[in-house]
């Protein structure tokens, strides 16, 4: 008997349908020499503080450096502390149970670092040593399952693969944790925390905010003249701006109503704009958000459900290239693209023969390619799901098709010894572009032209019909948006000093591709950044923050960048993993003593009359706000349920009675749901619940 472990019970299901274990049991199926269980994503972690005697944070008990490590099952935050999760111990004894009563194991969870982190720490969690095989596959249909099963690789080869991601936990562990309880000591502030992903990009959105709010604008003048032909015409733009406003005047007067141009450029030019690649995950969240207002959070969700759904390949991808292998596969799936009622009109001139191959290179794939259809036929999908299906399907169109050829057209003359230019181009064969013709483009072009379409031959001498002077101001870099922020987080190592920590981080970043939509999201959840339409703001918690540890490595790029060129190098069997976490012990001592000697100045308490008494002051604590009159007794603990007020919400609440839609709560059960918090007729809190149709449609 063999032993199947899948990442989620949808996965499993799946796996055993195909390899015939049709008989459904509790946390597991059964059938045809197979036995097939499945985690619910960690369901063994590192332990916490707690486990190893520091139930409360001290500053002299700081750094914690846990030698060895604990593993303990899943752990849940409850008003007493940290418990075991009981729905995760009861899986984990599905699993010694089938483990127990199989030979050996095929491991199906994720084929990624967290994948493989996930089994090995219930593996060793449970005291196994039997042998296990490795299924990778990148989509969930049963031809790839069936092809991944006939082709199981051998367990160990993926030993450097766990290493690297037990290392990236334990390290995570140490500096983050020991930095943010030591923060909590010298802030006062228990609500916070720092990190080696989300400190730096906590700076970027801060230095980027005080950038924006600091810049000033300077006026600069911009010179035009107008040229006709019939009943067409032409504006040429000066060469040069015009920093002075006196300058700008006497140019502009130097042009009269008898002035005339010689025209001493007309060039022709065809250009050749290429196809964009497939998409990876950080670019279809950035689209989606561009286009659908979609955040990270949602589109990964939705893009997780489509996996799972076999409709599209492994989605937690940072790349956009496909290997060779799976080339011959694209046409019969572009068919089925091509027929689809929003592409059909491209499609009956596609041409399937002459396929653009520039995103096929194996050298550039790394654990997963390119997300692409499965080709099996969506049913029943939301509108967001829709959405999201038609954009990877779409783009696939575009990264097949030929490039979009334009003719750019450059003419220059000169009038009263000064120089203009106009430039424009037209689209000769749209290519790609055809793909979501008559949709705003998705991609940032050029502006197509300066004005007007007169066309005019070198040497010709023309009258000047009309010119004009305009004052413009240069403008700052625009604030984030989460778009934006995911591209600033994909290519912040430009800046990287140490020539290998920036080549370890030139494609990625920091962060994931699945990590960063959560990044965004704790930096959010502990009200250190905000939305503010589509842009991202620190809030006035963020800027204290950053402020406080801007000149700390912590806050760097950079040590992501050291991080990652480690953990490639445990990959590739050419770094010990007992090197990489004694330098980790260093840094977080240096780091943890750092942050406990900063002086943190007294942050200004807000204070709001009670609603309740409408006579005393609601003071904003860490973990709770309460009314300061005696007999009044208003009190409202921050954590409701899984999640954590944050100051915005609490001043919602007690400036206007309610918060606004806070989403993602969870129930005794476990079931999500979305509400405000709003106060009942004694002043207690309670949920308020939206009414059905006022939500804002994706």
């Known amino acids: 008997m063999k032993a199947i472990i899948a990442e989620k019970m949808s996965v499993g299901l799946d796996i055993a349908r195909v390899v015939g274990a049709a008989d459904r049991k509790d946390g597991y199926c059964t059938g045809n020499g197979y036995m097939v269980t499945w985690a619910m994503g960690h369901?063994?972690?590192?332990?916490?503080?707690?486990?190893?005697?520091?139930?409360?944070?001290?500053?002299?008990?700081?750094?914690?450096?846990?030698?060895?490590?604990?593993?303990?099952?899943?752990?849940?935050?409850?008003?007493?502390?940290?418990?075991?999760?009981?729905?995760?111990?009861?899986?984990?004894?599905?699993?010694?149970?089938?483990?127990?009563?199989?030979?050996?194991?095929?491991?199906?969870?994720?084929?990624?670092?967290?994948?493989?982190?996930?089994?090995?720490?219930?593996?060793?969690?449970?005291?196994?040593?039997?042998?296990?095989?490795?299924?990778?596959?990148?989509?969930?249909?049963?031809?790839?399952?069936?092809?991944?099963?006939?082709?199981?690789?051998?367990?160990?080869?993926?030993?450097?693969?766990?290493?690297?991601?037990?290392?990236?936990?334990?390290?995570?562990?140490?500096?983050?944790?020991?930095?943010?309880r030591a923060l909590a000591t010298a802030s006062g502030s228990a609500n916070s925390s720092i990190g080696r992903v989300q400190t730096p990009t906590l700076a970027m959105v801060c230095a980027r905010f005080k950038e924006n709010r600091r810049f000033v604008s300077t006026p600069y003048w911009q010179l035009h003249l107008t040229l006709k032909r019939q009943d067409a015409h032409r504006m040429f733009i000066h060469t040069e701006e015009f920093k002075?406003?006196?300058?700008?005047?006497?140019?502009?007067?130097?042009?009269?109503?008898?002035?005339?141009?010689?025209?001493?450029?007309?060039?022709?030019?065809?250009?050749?704009q290429q196809a964009p690649l497939l998409y990876d995950l950080t670019?279809?969240?950035?689209?989606?958000?561009?286009?659908?207002?979609?955040?990270?959070?949602?589109?990964?969700?939705?893009?997780?459900?489509?996996?799972?759904?076999?409709?599209?390949?492994?989605?937690?991808?940072?790349?956009?290239?496909?290997?060779?292998?799976?080339?011959?596969?694209?046409p019969s799936l572009l068919e089925k693209v091509a027929a689809m009622p929003e592409f059909r009109e491209y499609g009956d001139s596609f041409d399937l023969s002459n396929l653009n191959t520039r995103c096929v290179d194996d050298t550039k794939v790394t654990d997963h390619h390119a997300l692409v259809i499965t080709g099996i036929a969506p049913e029943e999908l939301s509108e967001a799901e829709s959405t999201v299906y038609s954009m990877i399907a779409?783009?696939?169109?575009?990264?097949?098709?030929?490039?979009?050829?334009?003719?750019?057209?450059?003419?220059e003359c000169a009038c009263e010894g000064m120089t203009f230019r106009s430039r424009s181009s037209s689209i000769v064969r749209p290519g790609w572009r055809g793909v979501f013709a008559g949709k705003e483009d998705r991609e940032k072009d050029e502006p197509e032209r300066d004005g007007g379409t007169a066309e005019f031959a070198g040497g010709e001498t023309v009258p000047v019909t009309g010119h004009g002077l305009a004052q413009k101001k240069t403008l700052p870099k625009?604030?984030?948006?989460?778009?934006?922020?995911?591209?600033?987080?994909?290519?912040?190592?430009?800046?990287?000093?140490?020539?290998?920590?920036?080549e370890a981080v030139k494609d990625s970043g920091i962060g994931t591709p699945a990590t960063r939509a959560a990044i965004i999201t704790t930096l959010i959840k502990r009200d250190y950044i905000a939305r503010s339409g589509k842009s991202i703001?620190?809030?006035?918690?963020?800027?204290?923050?950053?402020?406080?540890?801007?000149?700390?490595r912590v806050a760097d790029v950079e040590l992501t960048g050291s991080w990652e060129k480690a953990l490639s190098q445990i990959e590739g069997h050419t770094l010990g993993t007992e090197t990489f976490m004694q330098s980790i012990r260093d840094y977080t001592r240096k780091a943890t003593a750092e942050i406990l000697r900063l002086e943190f100045p007294t942050m200004q308490e807000k204070a709001f009359t009670c609603p309740k008494c409408k006579t005393g002051k609601i003071i904003l604590r860490p973990k709770v706000a309460k009314c300061d009159h005696d007999g009044c007794g208003l009190m409202v603990f921050r954590r409701i349920l899984n999640k954590e007020l944050t100051d915005t919400h609490m001043e919602q609440l007690f400036s206007s009675g309610t918060t606004k839609l806070i989403k993602g709560f969870k129930?005794?059960?476990?079931?999500?749901?979305?509400?405000?918090?709003?106060?009942?007729?004694?002043?207690?809190?309670?949920?308020?619940?939206p009414k059905a149709g006022n939500g804002k449609r994706k």
């Open 43 to 180: 369901l063994v972690s590192l332990a916490m503080p707690g486990a190893y005697g520091y139930a409360k944070t001290s500053a002299e008990d700081l750094p914690i450096l846990p030698d060895p490590f604990r593993l303990v099952p899943r752990q849940v935050r409850t008003d007493k502390g940290m418990v075991t999760d009981i729905a995760a111990a009861r899986q984990l004894k599905v699993i010694d149970s089938v483990f127990d009563r199989c030979d050996s194991i095929i491991v199906a969870t994720d084929c990624a670092r967290e994948g493989e982190l996930i089994f090995r720490r219930i593996y060793s969690y449970l005291g196994y040593t039997k042998p296990f095989q490795r299924l990778w596959i990148s989509s969930l249909t049963d031809e790839a399952i069936r092809e991944g099963m006939a082709n199981l690789r051998e367990g160990s080869g993926y030993d450097s693969l766990y290493a690297a991601a037990d290392c990236r936990a334990k390290a995570d562990w140490l500096v983050g944790l020991n930095a943010s």
């Open 244 to 272: 002075d406003k006196d300058a700008a005047e006497t140019a502009y007067r130097k042009i009269t109503s008898g002035s005339l141009a010689t025209i001493t450029k007309a060039e022709r030019k065809r250009t050749f």
């Open 283 to 330: 670019t279809l969240q950035k689209d989606c958000n561009v286009h659908y207002d979609l955040t990270a959070e949602k589109t990964l969700s939705i893009a997780q459900s489509l996996y799972e759904k076999k409709l599209v390949s492994y989605p937690r991808t940072g790349s956009r290239h496909i290997p060779g292998d799976v080339m011959p596969h694209i």
């Open 394 to 411: 779409g783009r696939m169109l575009e990264a097949f098709s030929p490039p979009c050829e334009k003719e750019l057209l450059v003419m």
């Open 478 to 502: 625009p604030l984030y948006t989460e778009a934006t922020l995911l591209a600033a987080m994909e290519t912040c190592g430009k800046d990287i000093t140490d020539e290998q920590a920036k």
């Open 537 to 552: 703001v620190p809030t006035e918690k963020g800027m204290y923050l950053y402020e406080a540890v801007k000149d700390m």
């Open 667 to 689: 129930g005794k059960r476990g079931v999500p749901f979305d509400a405000a918090v709003t106060f009942d007729a004694e002043y207690n809190p309670v949920f308020s619940f």
